[in-house]
């Protein structure tokens, strides 16, 4: 899609790490006029040269467009940057696409309004390389109007899914993801950590079964998703949890013979025990997330 075929052809974009390089890229490719500030100027002159056009004041930068987009290190950097040009904001589109909190996206949001903004706060889903393409998630939340009237601009970056009016839930879902990610990657360094240290190939052991198994494991997600939204979790257990409770030990014990240290698993052992301890034994190990809001 060119940028004629869109509500928008002229971007501010502030911030020029990889991910706001990558981004600003992405629009200059498809055709859009971009004006760029980054407080290191000089991360800007490969931009420059394939044809962004530089502000040497956010002031300056905020004017030049109607929807403005930062993707800056925290949203103390993004007020901070903002507030010497906040007047300049007026009747514009804000776009963050900085992480942050759900409680920090809606502080902010506050604060473009009083500005006379619209505010829409995004989670990015991907890595610089990603952007420009399909795979490439980018969740927003906030002002309706404003996501409509620029959801084909947004579609330049890759795949844009609304998250509601609450600017908070785009953050919410981002470090939600996020989390499953770590979960899922920190167990996989735990167990190729073990088959290192016992003297093994981390490499054969992920890819002829850990990757595998996991694929395979994931299929019982929805139906913990299930139990979590029902509060029923003793349905179709196929491995309840005192028996996972009592085998868990013996994993504790490998790592710990093997000198592999044992931060990630104890959290999860204490965990499991205390669910047990409080008459879930039979219940299915989506129950621990009753104990992760009492």
Known sequence: MSAADTPATSISFLGLGAMGQAMVTSFLETGYSITVWNRTASKADDLIS?????????????????????????????RDVLAPAADALSGRVLVNLTNGSPDQARAMAAWAGEHGASYLDGGIMAVPPMIGQPS??????????????????????????????????AP????AMLIGMYGMLMGAVQSLTMIRAAGDDPREFSAS?????????????????????????????????AMQAAAFP?????????????DFLLPLKALMEQAVADGHRDADLSVLAELLTS
């Open 172 to 175: 919410l879902y981002d470090l």
């Open 250 to 262: 013996n994993a504790v014990q490998a790592c710990a013979s093997l000198g592999v240290r044992l």
């Open 136 to 169: 490439a998630l980018i969740l927003y939340s906030g002002d309706a109007a404003a996501f409509e009237k620029y959801r084909a601009t947004l579609e330049t970056l890759g795949t844009a899914r609304y998250l509601g009016s609450d600017p908070g839930f």
């Open 50 to 78: 394939k044809g962004a056009v530089r502000a040497d004041t956010v002031a300056e930068a905020v004017a030049a467009s109607p929807l403005v987009i930062t993707c800056l290190w925290d949203y103390a950097v993004v």
């Open 209 to 241: 079964f850990l990757i595998p198994w996991l694929n395979a494991m994931s299929g019982s997600i929805p139906q913990y998703a299930e139990n979590i939204q029902s509060g029923k979790h003793t349905v179709d257990v196929v491995s309840n949890l």
